[in-house]
RNA sequence: GCAGGGGUAUCCGAGCCUGGCCAAAGGAGCGGGACUUAAGAUCCCGUGUUGCAGGACUUCGAGGGUUCAAAUCCCUCCCCCUGCACCA
């Protein structure tokens, strides 16, 4: 199907508006997430809102009221960090975005132009969300474009801030400390796309505990990620060669490396710089361990890293590779002192490793594996001593966190967040992790919302079946969240100025918005009169009617919720797809929960992912050009089941474009056929195979296995035609497909629906495809399809024998199985002991025995020999040899191995 | 580590839930043939080993087990992938 009849249709399906539909009927309302629209979009997506709409083109064909709207998504920093970008010049950005603009406008000073308005995000936001309708018009999809809005209009904000009031008023909102990664020089917290190479290498934040080691008039702070090791302290290092500061947090006296301090600003209140030291004025002095009332030395070390957590090292030699190595290489006499008890080491598990991995000195690079390996089987394995007070005994992954907490609330100690490496912006800037003050969250570890929530995906409808086990998981992973951010476009948090509602938090229960947007533009209310008390009266029937117009924008909810499915990708599970149950079950009735959720597999590329930095993208805006919508769809559809990954392979749709056209072929000369052919067997023959097919399709399509629909309905019954061609006239062929022309039209339909519609039409119709009713009830003759069947058996088994034999046939004698053989072999099915006790004999013994080891299936009610006879042409003409059956005579003595469904067979030489 | 998914013939991938025509669908690749001046495209045939009677043997990560029968069920082990949070 050329792009240009595709074109045709996709005007003809608008101009007629036929799908935008008004509630009433029995109902189906499908969604599918709304794009991000900071930029074109590729195949990927493409494959979700593909299944979208060929779900919404099936149900309607099954006679749903199908409601299939779409939105765009523009909330959040990424629109806005481009936007930044293209004002400041940045050259990598403006060249990017060049060459997205260059995908829809030819006109380069069109696209420059294009390029500077860019500097306005929201016209960044406007012009991809345009381009990206476009695309999903091109490619056909049966969207209800009356429905479309963005996340950044005032209606929607007032929509947003309504949801928040609910929650607030239901106490699923705290407040808390929240640790960032965060740029210091820019002033602003920075997320995985603001840092170098962060896509990559991810940043995460490491939490430490800085433990107070008593020192002059102040303390040391020595951080550490096993604060269980704090009872095994013998000293304690500086690096002789960095920086320290004295600093003031908070009335107490704190000595931190330089850097340290500066992270520290961000992380702590009322944090000020009293001195500055050598690390070398600490060297040898004396501190005191608070936990354990030990004085120890500090002692001088070149491992220690200033900028890692606060620049000084607790010493646990006996447990941790590093300090081992380093008193080695000052040659201390200071003994290790051991604290946890585990078996396969010796005394000191940190020795032995030493040795093992033949440790040099500190800076032994091997020193990372060595610590990997005994923080992992101490924390698995190990105990802690006995000796130990209270903690003595527990195991190490417990006494872990007990100990943390006991030093924290004694005041021995406090939590440092650094960096999981060293980072820094895309602008070449610090990051450091800050320490949001007063951060909202949405608190998905209330126990009572997340039982709601359990009790949503218990009763709600899975594709696949298996995600209903993964969303219970993800349930009871599920903690506190923030939900709002310092930056971004998006809605303004309604209870305290300066913060934006977060873009996942804003996008939960949407689907309901989709039932009135329109409504509220087609009636010109104003957003101010879109209060608290409206969307209270709208969705949840509570209240007055605020005014006039409100009565008529509720019944739009209430026709068209709730969202019976909600299709998307496998990335959306433990975020997008999760909320979105949370957030109905907080605010909506139990009536109004989702239906169900389809989940689709992700899609590479000739066997890579797809990315920016690899530039094997292909985004959506050439589909329909380079390879057709319908093309792309049967493609999407029928290259792998939904649930799994799907390689995009430009050869195999090379291939599948060449069936595609066959099948067009196929309907061409068909339509032209002006004679009516007489029905003979094979006439018969495929006309049933079709319909057997057909409802075989029609059952996967009900479960929304389209691929099995596609192979069975498509590729399936192309083979059956070829096969007719191979024993019939080809010519007669296109004649016979008219019988079924139409129920093959309208079951590829939601598949290839421009392809459908053009034959359609051609066929002389007056009506759109798109709203034909599909048939749930095809009748067809079975045995005559298991006639052709056991032909096509007999004739697999006679080529055999000749391949083997390399006998040429002048006679085939085939033996069918007599009645006795056929009612022993009819008890076996139902009883084998039955079976075994009537059967008489050896001979009759050996033939259950055969027909269990093949296990073998009696084609019930198929008269072998009425096939036989109704093929007897065929079977002559392929080798060009009498058939004879049940001959009286038996000189190959074949007779007895006869079985039911599998006769056997004699060859006469020639 | 926690959670989830997976290891199938040259490769990619179905099958596994509900054990049995499963030597294992479908692609791709490869080999052969047809068509073509030729390449390409397209179409047909073949593609574990073996056998002069429709069969036999070996094979679905490794090793055990259940069963008349295991790619499929159970146990143990090895290996791989994805997510782990503010990023949309």
Redesign the pocket.
């Known amino acids: 199907m050329n792009a240009k009849i595709e074109r045709k249709w996709q005007k003809i399906w608008q101009e007629n508006r036929i799908f935008e539909p008004l509630p009433g009927g029995k109902k189906f309302f499908i969604t599918v997430p709304y794009p991000?629209s900071?930029g074109p979009l590729h195949i990927g997506h493409g494959r979700t809102y593909t299944y979208g709409d060929v779900i919404a083109r099936f149900m309607r064909m099954k006679g749903y009221n199908v409601l299939f709207p779409m939105a765009f998504?523009?909330?959040?920093?990424?629109i806005l960090t481009v936007s930044d970008s293209i004002r400041q010049g940045n050259m990598e950005t403006v060249e990017l975005y060049r060459e997205y603009i260059s995908m829809y406008e030819n006109d380069k000073n069109r696209v420059e132009e294009i390029l500077k308005s860019f500097e306005d995000p929201e016209k960044i936001a406007l012009f991809f969300a345009e381009k990206i309708q476009r695309d999903f018009e091109s490619l056909g999809y049966s969207i209800d474009w009356r429905k479309k809005f963005h996340t950044a209009e005032k209606y929607y904000n007032r929509f947003v801030e309504w949801q928040y009031e609910k929650l607030f008023k239901m106490k699923y909102l705290k407040k808390g400390d929240y640790p960032?990664?965060y740029s210091p020089a820019d002033g602003n917290?920075?997320?995985?796309?603001?840092i170098k190479d962060g896509d990559t290498d991810?940043v995460?934040?490491i939490e430490f505990v800085a433990i107070k080691y008593r020192f002059e008039e102040g303390f040391i702070v020595a951080a550490t990620l096993r604060p269980e090791t704090t009872f095994g302290v013998v000293n304690i290092w500086v690096n002789p060669e960095a920086k320290y500061y004295k600093i003031k947090d908070n009335g107490e006296i704190y000595f931190v490396s330089r850097e340290s301090y500066e992270k520290l600003i961000y992380q702590r209140e009322n944090v000020s710089k009293l001195d500055e030291y050598d690390g070398k004025y600490f060297v040898n002095k004396t501190a005191r361990n608070l936990l354990t009332g030990e004085d120890i030395p500090v002692l001088p070390a070149g491992f220690v890293d200033p900028d890692n957590a606060t620049g000084f090292v607790q010493s646990v030699p006996a447990h941790a590779p590093y300090d081992y190595a380093a008193l080695r290489d000052i040659n201390s006499d200071i003994r290790p002192k051991r604290i946890i008890d585990i078996d396969g080491y010796g005394e000191f598990p940190a020795e032995d490793l030493y040795n093992r991995f033949k440790i040099k000195n500190q800076y032994d690079p091997n020193l990372e594996e060595a610590t990997k390996i005994i923080y992992?089987d101490e924390f698995?394995s190990g105990k802690m001593s006995e000796w130990i007070e209270y903690f003595g005994g527990m195991r190490v992954s417990e006494a872990k966190e007990k100990i943390k907490k006991y030093l924290i609330e004694n005041g021995m100690a406090f939590l440092f967040y650094e960096t999981s490496r060293k980072a820094v912006t895309r602008s070449g800037n610090k990051v450091i992790v800050a320490i949001i003050k007063g951060q909202w969250f949405l608190d998905?570890s209330n126990t009572e919302w997340k039982r709601k929530t359990h009790y949503l995906i218990d009763k709600m409808g899975f594709y696949p079946e298996?995600y209903r086990?993964?969303f219970h998981?993800?349930n009871d992973?599920?903690?506190?969240?923030?939900c709002v951010?310092r930056r971004?476009l998006g809605t303004e948090f309604p209870f305290e100025k300066g913060w934006i509602i977060?873009?996942?938090s804003d996008s939960t229960i949407y689907p309901a918005f989709y039932t009135i947007i329109d409504r509220i533009r087609e009636r010109n209310i104003p957003d101010e009169k879109l209060d608290e008390k409206f969307f209270d009266y709208v969705f949840l029937n509570e209240g007055p009617v605020p005014f006039e117009e409100a009565k008529y924008i509720r019944e739009g909810f209430t026709g068209w919720y709730p969202n019976d499915l909600r299709v998307s990708s496998?990335?959306?599970v433990?975020?997008?797809f999760i909320f979105y149950l949370f957030h109905h079950t907080a605010i909506f009735p139990e009536k109004y929960y989702p239906g169900s959720l389809m989940i689709l597999g992700m899609l590479i590329r000739e066997?890579a992912k797809m990315s920016k930095s690899k530039g094997n993208v292909i985004p959506l805006a050439q589909i329909a050009e380079k390879y057709s919508a319908d093309l792309f769809r049967l493609y999407i559809i029928s290259s792998?089941?939904f649930d799994?990954?799907l390689?995009w392979?430009e050869?195999?749709i090379?291939?599948l474009r060449?069936?595609l056209e066959?099948f067009a072929e196929l309907l061409e000369e068909s339509i032209k056929c002006r004679e009516d052919h007489e029905r003979g067997y094979m006439e018969n023959y495929l006309i049933n195979s079709f319909y057997m097919r057909y409802m075989n399709a029609l059952d996967f399509m009900n479960r929304f296995k389209f691929r099995d629909a596609v192979?069975e309905i498509f590729?399936n019954f192309m083979n059956d035609i070829?096969y007719y061609e191979k024993r019939e006239n080809p010519e007669k062929r296109a004649c016979i497909l008219k019988f079924i022309l139409e129920d093959w039209l309208k079951i590829v339909a939601p598949i290839i629906p421009h392809t459908a519609e053009e034959y359609w039409n051609r066929l002389g119709k007056n009506s759109f495809i798109s709203l034909e009713r599909l048939d749930e009830m095809k009748e067809y003759d079975r045995n005559l399809i298991l006639s052709i069947q056991y032909i096509e058996?007999?004739i697999?088994?006679i080529k055999?024998?000749m391949?083997?034999?390399?006998?040429v046939p002048d006679k085939i004698y085939i033996y069918l199985a007599d009645e006795r053989k056929r009612e022993l072999l009819k008890i076996l099915k139902e009883d084998?002991n039955r079976a075994f006790r009537e059967a008489k004999g050896k001979d009759e013994i050996s033939i259950l025995k055969q027909a269990?080891?093949?296990?073998?299936?009696s084609?019930e009610d198929l008269d072998e020999e009425d096939s036989i006879r109704n093929n007897y042409e065929y079977l002559r003409r392929m080798f060009s040899a009498e058939i004879v059956i049940n001959p009286p005579d038996d000189p190959?003595n074949?007779r007895r191995?006869a079985l039911p469904?599998?006769?056997?067979?004699?060859?006469?030489?020639k």
Request: proline share 4%.
């Open positions: 991000y900071n998504h523009v909330t959040g920093t990424p960032i990664t917290p920075v997320g995985e796309d603001d991810k995460t934040i992992r698995y998905y298996i086990t993964i998981e993800v992973w599920l903690k506190e969240r923030p951010r971004g977060e873009s996942l496998n990335a959306h433990s975020n997008h066997g792998s089941d799994k990954l390689d392979k050869e195999e090379k291939s060449g069936k066959k192979i590729y070829k058996n007999l697999e088994d055999n024998i391949n083997v034999s390399k006998i084998k269990l080891a093949q296990q073998y299936s084609i190959g074949k191995y469904g599998k006769p056997s067979i004699f060859i006469i030489k």
